[in-house]
């Protein structure tokens, strides 16, 4: 049966555009067999069932003579032929909650010892010790039976040379998100015996900012420990909160918006900090006085600190995902605790990248949420964060101050003060009594500080671009929305002038540099997340250059009516007799000749009038304004009997009779 199903399909049409294999991977090579492409791009069939990473060579290989002449020592030596690459597996302990017990007499006892923690027979004085167990609530006992992951499915096959380049990469990348803490001596092996769950972490990060496809050999193999240990184990460890918060932190969530995984994460990464009380102030800690902190405190300060840092990445975009409480005084005293007994310069980052994310947060509450009384309130407010930001500049280390992702988080800061008002995404109905509209003033100081991120934002390399976490890639989408609401008319500043906004930012260059580099195609198997960034990059910039355009055909259609109504208005205003305006000669500027000729005359008036004034025909002597000896009479004598046509006469007061 297996046999005709087979001949069948064989026999079948070939579909178009077969799909081929260059060069073999090294599994299919070692075992001598055909190596077949599989549905999954960059991996082949064989690998895909086993579950083993494909790896193919990158060069040929080499050639050996089948014989050599003896004596004949000027034949130059070939090396060894290179044999395949070594691989390797990560074991996991997975907790495995006990059995219920068919014992009757042991499940009675066990209720019996619960119900006596709840109905007391008699008053005992240490019940209301604090140290006391049966005070502590119910917390699920630590199961002490585990079984190996390899019980539960294949192990996966992960290639080691290929696993110490992904580590090597995760080191550049963990001063943007500087959760742990890796030593030069930490390698894949030590990790996998120490930290499994963190390695794996890191190789799917890693693996997945170098490259989308090629991954996900990695990412299936999270996804399933972390769903056995955290969902069906019951586990909540320090390790397994660091695993995820690295995870979430490299998720290309910006290559796919409508992917809910990232918040997802997200959550469960704070259930988990929530019931390990990482939130919950140290007792020893909480005074922020201490003078020795132990390893395994700082682990637990360093991964609060994290998660919060990657949290306020949602809170700061998302009005409506509410995950964790803001800025707090145990996290005060927990960034300066990490300043004080840094281990690492990453720890400093760490607490600076906090302190400025909390910065922003609290411009967001008091910009868009604040329920002051008045906006001059909220004023104030953002005025205390700028003088903060100040304060934290100047007691930065210099060299951690001009580091790529702490800076960013401080020019990125000062552009948000300036330009938030007009960057909440989403317009509420009715408008908090704190709410600070947008400024003139305000926004042209945001543009310089934007044109400056632009700048620091063009010089940065691939290598920086790769690196970036998902906090970095959110600043940068808030940024580039800004840019392009400066550089269009503003609804709520009518006044803002867009094309002087656009002529000074330069948008378009900006988004020109960063859709630089090679065409994507469907065929291309090898894909970093930064070459995909640029995809979108080069959507945005058409739309971009679209809006554009449009909009200059709706100015210059706009120009092109304005000049048409002045030229009409000023045919009709040339082709209508001019009419005495009703009222004071004085407000019409009629009498400025006779004024300057007053002043001019001396006592003499009316001959030095007379000598002055042009001569005039009989017709137009009778049509002139006559003059008088004194200016009042010249006034007032003669411009109440104009004639006005459609206008009722008027006394020497200006009145009707």
């Known amino acids: 049966m297996d046999t005709a199903e087979s001949s069948s399909v064989g026999a079948g049409p070939k579909p178009a555009g077969r799909k081929r294999i260059s060069t073999a991977c090294e599994a299919c090579r070692a075992t001598k067999i055909k190596c077949q492409p599989s549905e999954q791009p960059g991996v082949c069939r064989k690998c895909l069932e086993s579950k083993r990473e494909c790896i193919s060579r ?13 004596g004949d020592d000027s034949l130059p030596q070939l090396p060894p032929a290179t044999g395949p690459s070594k691989t390797f597996t990560i074991d996991f302990d997975i907790p495995s909650q006990p059995e219920p ?49 390899a019980s539960l499915h294949a192990k996966p096959q992960f290639n080691l040379n290929s696993a110490e380049s992904l580590l090597t990469s995760f080191r550049g990348m963990l001063s943007h998100f500087p959760c742990i803490v890796l030593s030069p001596e930490d390698t894949v092996s030590s990790l996998a ?70 918040i997802q994460y997200v959550r469960m990464a704070g259930d988990l900090a929530r019931d390990m009380e990482l939130d919950q102030e140290l007792p020893e800690l909480s005074s922020g006085v201490a003078t020795e902190v132990t390893s395994e405190q700082l682990e637990k300060i360093r991964t609060y600190l994290s998660w919060f840092y990657i ?18 005084a145990w996290t005060a005293i927990c960034c300066d605790i990490m300043e004080r007994f840094a281990e690492v310069d990453g720890d400093l980052s760490l607490s600076y990248l906090v302190r400025l994310a909390s910065y922003t947060i609290a411009a967001k509450v008091a910009m868009h949420e604040s329920m002051a009384p008045s906006e001059q309130q909220s004023q104030l407010v953002l005025f205390g964060l700028e003088a903060q930001s100040r304060e934290l500049r100047q007691v930065m280390l210099p060299h ?33 009594t704190g709410f600070i509209p947008p400024s003139i003033d305000k926004l042209r100081i945001c543009l310089d500080e934007l044109k400056s991120l632009f700048h620091f934002l063009t010089n940065l390399d691939a290598s920086a671009y790769a690196a970036f976490c998902c906090n970095d890639w959110t600043k940068f989408i808030l940024i580039t929305i800004l840019g392009v609401r400066l550089s269009f008319p503003i609804p709520d500043l009518p006044s803002w002038d ?43 910039k058409t739309k971009y250059d679209r809006r554009i355009s449009s909009h200059r055909k709706v ?49 003499n008036g009316a001959d030095a009038l007379q000598s002055i004034m042009p001569t005039a025909t009989r017709d137009q002597q009778d049509s002139q304004q006559p003059v008088f000896h004194d200016l009042w009479a010249t006034m007032t004598q003669g411009w109440a009997n104009t004639e006005f046509e459609e206008e009722p006469p008027m006394d020497m007061l200006g009145l009707p009779p």
């Open 101 to 149: 017990d068919e014992n009757f007499d042991a499940l009675r006892d066990a209720h019996e010892q619960v119900m006596d923690n709840i109905f007391l027979s008699e008053p005992d004085p240490d019940v209301f010790d604090s140290t006391s167990p049966s005070m502590m609530g119910f917390p699920t006992p630590p199961s002490s039976h585990s079984h190996s992951i």
């Open 193 to 262: 015996a120490t930290r499994p769950f963190v390695l794996l972490s890191i190789l799917a990060a890693a693996s997945g900012s170098r490259t989308l496809q090629g991954h996900t050999l990695y990412d299936e193999e999270f996804r399933k420990v972390l769903g056995l240990k955290f969902v069906a184990g019951g586990e909540r460890s320090l390790e397994l909160l660091q695993g995820m918060l690295i995870y979430c932190a490299w998720y290309p969530f910006h290559l796919r918006p409508k992917n809910k995984q990232a």
């Open 498 to 540: 867009d094309a002087w906004a656009r002529s000074e930012l330069r948008l378009d260059d900006f988004l020109a540099h960063m859709c630089e580099g090679a065409e994507l195609t469907s065929v291309d198997t090898r894909v970093d997340a930064f070459s995909a960034s640029r995809v979108v990059m080069r959507v945005v």
């Open 400 to 432: 951690i101050a001009i580091s790529a992702p702490v800076r960013f988080s401080e020019l990125f800061f000062s552009v948000y003060l300036n330009g938030g008002p007009i960057l909440h995404l989403g317009r509420p109905k009715t408008k908090p």
């Open 58 to 70: 990158t060069g040929p290989r080499t050639r050996r003579r089948r014989t050599k002449l003896a």
């Open 311 to 328: 949290v306020s990445n949602f809170m700061t975009a998302w009005k409506q995902l509410s995950i964790m409480e803001p800025f707090t």
């Open 555 to 603: 100015e210059e259609a706009a120009a092109a009516a304005a000049a048409a109504a002045m030229v009409t208005a000023t045919a009709t205003a040339a082709t209508t007799p001019s009419r005495s305006t009703q009222g004071c000669p004085m407000f019409d500027n009629n009498m400025e000749p006779y004024i300057a000729a007053w002043d001019n005359a001396g006592l």
